[in-house]
């Protein structure tokens, strides 16, 4: 007995310590979209992609250092040779010395053009950037929306539970005079069980769904979200005529296609520094020498380049063509993939909407009242068990549909702003 009074005081003991250290967080779709944006860790990332394609940029603007060479320096003194005048102070009277400066000049506008692919880059890392955030923010809404399904799911059920928990009560009290048989009795605390079940079962799809939202929104494990908005239908009413400004708009702004546009043209630009490429870069360069020939001090200038005879950089030409070959079947693919994605979307809407403008909301409230109508009836043995149980079968099958209605049609409206790229 002692064991048991301790364990009993153990869970409530823990129950109550669990629910001081859980923060709870109340915040609507908005709050919720605003702290994505600031804390997610996957766009903070991806902003510093952009950073670094940035700094690449600004250093390609930057010219090849100038290369110095000192050699021909002599460690020891050798007699026999002509003296010369000291350099520093006594030295330098029987030193030999050579110095040489160059600079190579990149020739055929390849500079310029490293500066304009490095360009294309940063907008590329731009185009990752709005990709990342269209994935994540999709993951996000639908996310808040199963949740708030699922806390209606569990309003539903709670209300349930309480009002059957008296029925219980009732009968069990009815039972204990003998007024009722023990089978009516069983099936109502059989039904009790069965709604406390399933209301174990959305708790347990809660929890996966805030582990989901924790780690989109970056919040630590002992934090607990409420999505305090309501589930309801789209407020934007879409209609067909706005099928084919979609189909235009998703060629405009979906990231995917826009980073095989940004694609091709790097290809583009990689080829024209590819054949850019055929022609040598010019080293020019000055020369210092002092007691290395007939001169004491000799000053020369010269110039070097490679001789394009066995090397014209054909095999990286062509590859540089068939890349932009790929990259623009690349564009084509993702283009007719929009507008199968965005047609069989919005088929899939425009269905759902059909059986939404059946359940209006007077739909709702009446049903609502004639389940407080049944219960009253039954209470007072106005209608037998089997009518009441069946109308309550009816009335969680009903209010399970309007809620599917409303997260299938706020999960489509999603997807349809997912597969356009922008806000609709």
């Known amino acids: 007995m002692k064991k048991i009074i301790f364990t009993l005081f153990y869970i409530h003991f823990f129950s109550f310590f669990s629910a001081q250290i859980s923060d709870t967080l109340r915040m609507g779709r908005k709050d919720a979209e605003a702290m994505f944006l600031t804390r997610n860790l996957d ?20 010219w090849p250092n100038p290369k110095l060479s000192i050699s021909e320096v002599n460690l020891w003194r050798t007699y026999d040779i002509e003296e010369q005048p000291a350099l520093i102070g006594n030295w330098g009277k029987n030193t030999q010395i050579s110095a040489e400066i160059e600079q190579v000049i990149q020739t055929a506008g390849k500079r310029r ?11 590329g890392e731009k185009y990752e950037l709005q990709e990342v955030l269209r994935e994540l923010k999709k993951n996000l809404r639908n996310t808040i929306t199963e949740i708030l399904y699922n806390q209606e799911q569990q309003k539903i059920y709670q209300g349930q539970i309480a009002s ?12 204990n ?20 079940k399933k209301l174990i079962s959305l708790k347990q799809e809660i929890e996966d769904q805030q582990v989901e939202l924790k780690a989109l929104l970056m919040l630590p494990s002992d934090s607990y979200i409420i999505i305090s908005d309501t589930l309801t239908m789209p407020e934007k009413e879409l209609s067909e005529i706005e099928l084919s400004q979609w189909l235009e708009k998703a060629k405009e702004n979906r990231p995917d296609i826009l980073i095989s546009k940004n694609k091709e043209k790097h290809a583009e630009k990689n080829l024209e520094i590819q054949n850019a490429m055929k022609t040598p870069d010019i080293a020019v360069s000055i020369g210092y020498d002092r007691g290395g020939n007939i001169m004491k001090d000799f000053i020369g200038l010269g110039v070097s380049f490679d001789l394009p005879i066995f090397d014209r950089n054909k095999g990286n030409i062509q590859e540089a063509k068939l890349e932009i070959e790929k990259m623009k079947n690349e564009t084509r693919k993702n283009m007719l993939k929009s507008e199968n994605e965005i047609v069989s979307v919005f088929r899939n809407y425009i269905r759902t909407q059909k059986v939404s403008e059946e359940i209006d909301e007077p739909y709702e409230s009446t049903l609502d009242g004639l389940l407080v109508s049944h219960e009253k009836n039954f209470r007072l043995r106005n209608i037998s068990m089997l009518e009441y149980m069946d109308f309550l079968e009816t009335y969680i099958s009903n209010k399970m549909i309007i809620l599917d209605t409303k997260k299938e049609l706020n999960q489509y ?3 349809l702003q997912y597969v356009v790229g922008q806000d609709l």
């Open 164 to 175: 059957i928990e008296k029925l219980t009560k009732s009968y069990q009290n009815q039972l």
């Open 177 to 196: 005079l003998g007024n009722i048989s023990k089978a009516e009795y069983v099936r109502l605390k059989a039904q009790e069980i069965e709604f406390k």
């Open 43 to 62: 766009l903070i990332a991806q902003k510093l992609e952009i950073s670094q394609a940035e700094a690449r940029a600004v250093q390609a603007k930057y």
């Open 413 to 415: 409206y999603e997807n």
């Open 113 to 123: 053009k490293n500066i304009e692919l490095q360009k294309i880059e940063v907008e």
